[in-house]
């Protein structure tokens, strides 16, 4: 073999391609000496089986010169057994390049490149390929992008909601569900679509002080997002150590309201920080009336107009009357929404549409319609000519009843801009029974102050667990509820600790803690413990904390060992276990003194508000109202005439204002912000597109190739960690320790200790680029044995992707059916992938030596270069074809939602200028970008045929 070897020819080595491209420095009769400049390295070969392979540039390849400067081969001539190379730079000139004066740090990634360079898959590793450029286009093609990786339930009116925000350009609206219904996920979904799908990268989540930790975990736990928290302590901080602006040293930022209001340096450098994104929470606590604005209403209304999407979250029945819900909305859109009158009038022009509706909607066919004259002539005005004839037409009148309730629901009201869900319309909620324990008095309490007759044991001393009434009936109680999860909610922190340490440790209670002063690690495992079925905790003893941010709903019995302050605070921690997907009645056990302070605030929170078995719309204006009365009888609880009058007029007071709640409902918005058909269609979708069993077979393949150590943990959950042999040092998403996690959601809901593994997980969206992006699997030679094709015959499996230079926000996969295409080519140029399909070929093809491998390469390489020359001349006539198909898919699209947009606006000024503009121009720009749509060689595989077995 003496002769193949010349000095100053370039190889590779197959063992160490990490050297670059080394150089015949020396031939000594049987050894060879080769020079790798780029790793200043020199090794000596036997000239006989040294594991090399040449090295050289075809007409049309680019290289790189010894000065680091691209070129494009034009001409290529052997000159005493190296290449001469006539090759093009990038300003047009030619140049004479000997193969000597090749850059030495080249790394090969194109398939044929390493096919001729020695550097051969396995073929396992090329259907890893394959899978994983078929996941990847299948979920960036799917409308539901972005909304399938939450650990959330799947839930028709929360997902309606998000599918139809989401693909807005720049969302601005008020999510105002009631309690329990999840406007936090309703936001989070939003948001992370927009960051999925790259229209939005930085965003600002402004909350009240008191949900600073719940927002931080809601987003991180449901929706894999790391926020940062910036107060004012870090704010210096970043001050301090930084030169920018403290509010880039993050992309995703939360920040108290209150925070912002008392530091005007922060909210100087947040409103001139760069944002996408918006979402404020509480917004109802935002006051405004037309002579008066609060400074947290205006510090919200110019950061709201500096950034172009806008979420506000609020229980709108809290904040009562018309001129709650115009403040909200003119946050959103101050040129839409500047008068207050007009805007109460043009409330009153909705119930003649709502009326109109209902009427509609109370027919049964087209007969019964066509004899309603009236309401006939009433919508002629409302609807198109062409969906009114269809109205009165014999078939099909459901569909079409349902397209002019659509059409209404565009054109008139606020529902552009505000959703809005009730219990009332969304169904699934548990029932709630109160269970109340009176206790007697203990002598020991001192009760000179409110906070001792609420909270005994702050006046106990040490003791306080040997002496609490409340403590022993505790342990009883625990002890006839063997087997049974109990989630106990107090109000300290000190009260918490101390409670479960006595239960753990004097009575043996299989108990956890949870309280503010843990780190979320240890509050993480506390919640894991209590979740788990077999050997988990009994009970959860929580401090008010334990209210906020996590849900227990596999639990149904609730103690609050005492009451909290506010009504919120008391329907928070209710709603803990009281939510969509409970599936038992949710029982409220609360312990308390007879004729103290306890009991008189339990009958006024039952009995006056009606706070624990039914949500509490008005609960916080009810303390408002009579927060003195209230105040004053807590402090003398003997008084139990006033409490009684108290009790009458809280309970009336109450029964007005949900009347004027009720009779303020706006029944458009209702009938906007859920259609039941439509968000089973999103949620069938959803489910479509998840393939969880698939994804396990993608994560077990990935591991395997990428050297990620893969066990079982349980039914439809893995471990992974870094293994020795990682092919990727660093791969986002895994930590050094580990992830723990499971493919089903049901499990995940359950345990909060485990991620969530979806096509989103930030760890599997790595591993698809990581396999997308890199060259592993893409060069790659198996055997085929077959009876109809000659033995030793070549085919080329050739897979080419479909390249579009846009920028993410365009959602090019959208418009295409499929981004790759296989070709299965012979040496006659016929296309034999419809013969035999890439499933049959994978499971039939045959593993060859490496070896030996290289050496058919070696000696076939002409007839596979023709084979590659005539896969491309296929490909090459299948591109104008799916460019236009790609066009006409775009156009149909796009012009649909463009028109639909066009006609809202005509009658809807929801419809925002910018919304049409914005529209206009993405389809200007999705055609433009299709026309320079190419294909690339992606993946090539050669197949030698044997003879049949």
């Known amino acids: 073999m003496s002769e193949e070897f010349a000095i100053g020819q370039r190889w590779v080595s197959h063992s160490e391609a990490e050297l670059g491209l080394g150089i015949v420095a020396a031939i000594d009769g049987r050894r060879l000496q080769v020079d790798f400049p780029a790793a200043e390295a020199s090794r000596m070969y036997a000239i006989d089986n040294a594991p090399l392979s040449r090295v050289s540039f075809q007409v049309g390849e680019h290289f790189k010169d010894a000065d680091g400067r691209k070129m494009t081969v034009k001409e290529l001539q052997e000159f005493n057994g190296c290449m001469m190379y006539l090759a093009e730079d990038p300003e047009g000139q030619l140049h004479t390049v000997h193969e000597m004066h090749l850059h030495s740090a080249v790394q090969f990634s194109e398939p044929q490149q390493r096919l001729f360079a020695g550097q051969i898959d396995k073929n396992s590793q090329f259907e890893l390929r394959l899978k994983a450029l078929e996941h990847h286009h299948r979920i960036r093609q799917s409308p539901l992008f972005g909304l399938m990786g939450a650990r959330a339930q799947l839930l028709p009116h929360q997902f309606y909601i998000a599918a139809t925000v989401a693909q807005r350009y720049a969302p601005r609206v008020l999510l105002a569900d009631e309690v329990g219904l999840g406007k936090t996920i309703e936001a989070g979904l939003i948001l992370h679509q927009q960051l999925l799908t790259g229209r939005a990268r930085r965003a600002l989540i402004v909350v009240p002080e008191s949900l600073l930790h719940q927002w931080l975990v809601e987003m991180l736990r449901r929706f894999n997002l790391s926020f940062t928290i910036i107060d004012s302590e870090r704010f210096i901080a970043l001050e301090e ?385 009579f927060a003195e009365p209230l105040a004053l009888l807590l402090a003398t609880p003997e008084d139990s005439a006033a409490a009684e009058t108290l009790i009458k007029d809280t309970a009336a007071r109450r029964v007005e204002l949900n009347s004027e709640l009720q009779k303020g409902r706006d029944k458009l918005l209702e009938s906007h912000s859920f259609d039941a058909d439509v968000a089973e269609q999103v949620l069938a979708e959803l489910e479509a597109v998840s393939r969880p069993m698939e994804l396990a077979d993608f994560i077990s393949d990935f591991s395997d190739a990428f050297g990620v150590e893969h066990q079982i943990h349980s039914a439809d959950s893995v471990i992974l960690q870094a293994g020795d042999q990682m092919q990727q040092h660093d791969l986002p998403g895994l930590p050094e320790d580990g992830i723990t996690g499971t493919y089903q959601r049901h499990k995940a809901l359950s345990r909060e200790d485990m991620a969530f593994f979806t096509w989103e997980h930030p760890l599997v969206a790595n591993a698809l680029d990581a396999v997308v992006s890199s060259d592993l699997g893409n060069s790659t030679f198996c055997t085929l044995s077959s009876e109809t094709l000659p033995a030793g015959s070549l085919l080329l499996e050739a897979v080419f992707s479909f390249e579009v230079s846009a920028p993410a926000t365009l959602n090019i996969p959208r418009y295409l059916e499929q981004q790759c295409q296989r070709l299965l080519v012979d040496e006659k140029g016929r296309d034999l992938s419809a013969t035999i399909e890439q499933s049959q070929l994978a499971k039939e093809a045959g593993r060859i030596p490496k070896a030996t491998t290289r050496q058919l390469v070696n000696h076939a390489r002409s007839r596979i270069e023709s084979l590659l020359t005539l896969a491309n001349k296929q490909i090459d006539t299948l591109t104008k074809d799916w460019v236009t198909a790609a066009e006409d898919k775009a156009n149909q699209l796009l012009d649909n939602e463009l028109s639909r947009l066009q006609q809202l606006a005509l009658r809807n000024n929801h419809i925002r200028p910018e919304e049409i503009s914005y529209l206009e121009k993405i389809k200007a720009d999705t055609l433009k970008a299709l026309q320079s749509a190419q294909w690339r060689l992606d993946a090539i595989r050669v197949v030698i045929i044997t003879g049949a077995d």
């Open 241 to 625: 150590s930084e030169s920018g602006n403290p509010f880039d040293s993050s992309q995703l930022v939360i920040v108290s309201l209150q925070n912002l209001q008392a530091d005007p340096a922060m909210q100087e450098a947040m409103l001139a920080a760069q944002w996408d994104m918006l979402i404020v929470d509480e917004a109802h606590h935002l006051h405004w009336q037309p002579d008066n604005a609060s400074e947290q209403y205006q510090l919200i209304a110019t950061l709201a107009e500096k950034i172009a999407s806008v979420l506000l979250l609020t229980a709108t029945p809290q904040q009562l009357g018309l001129a709650g819900h115009f403040a909200r909305l003119r946050l959103l859109d101050p040129q839409r929404y500047h008068d207050l009158s007009a805007f109460e009038q043009e409330q009153k022009d909705y119930a003649h549409i709502n009326a109109l509706l209902e009427q509609l909607l109370d027919h049964q066919s087209a007969e019964t319609l066509q004899n309603d004259a009236a309401l006939i002539k009433a919508l002629s005005d409302k609807l198109d000519d062409r969906l009114l004839t269809k109205l009165q037409l014999a078939d099909d009148f459901e569909s079409a009843q349902q397209q002019a309730k659509q059409q209404l629901l565009d054109q008139f009201g606020t529902g552009r801009l505000l959703f809005r869900n009730s219990r009332e319309t969304i169904t699934g909620f548990p029932e709630r029974q109160l269970i109340t324990h009176p206790l007697t008095w203990s002598e020991q309490v001192d009760s000179s102050t409110l906070q001792t007759m609420l909270r005994p044991e702050t006046a106990l001393g040490e003791n306080w667990l040997q002496t609490d009434s409340r403590v022993a009936w505790l342990v009883s109680f625990l002890k006839e509820q063997r087997g049974q999860k109990i989630l106990l909610i107090c109000g300290l922190a000190d009260t918490a600790e101390q409670l479960e340490q006595f239960l753990r440790v004097q009575h043996g209670v299989r108990s956890a803690v949870f309280h503010e002063g843990m780190s979320l690690l240890n509050r993480d495992r506390a919640a894991a413990y209590f979740a788990d079925d077999e050997e988990g905790a009994q009970v959860l003893i929580c401090s008010e904390i334990g209210s906020e941010g996590r849900n227990f709903q596999f639990c149904h019995q609730l103690i609050c060992f005492d009451l909290p302050s506010s009504p919120d605070l008391l329907e928070q921690r209710i709603g803990r276990l009281d939510r969509i997907g409970q599936r038992q009645t949710v029982q409220i056990h609360v312990p308390f003194y007879q004729d103290s302070s306890q009991q008189r605030l339990l009958d006024w929170y039952h009995q006056g508000i009606n706070g624990f078995e039914q949500v509490q719309k008005t609960g916080e204006a009810l303390l408002a109202e």
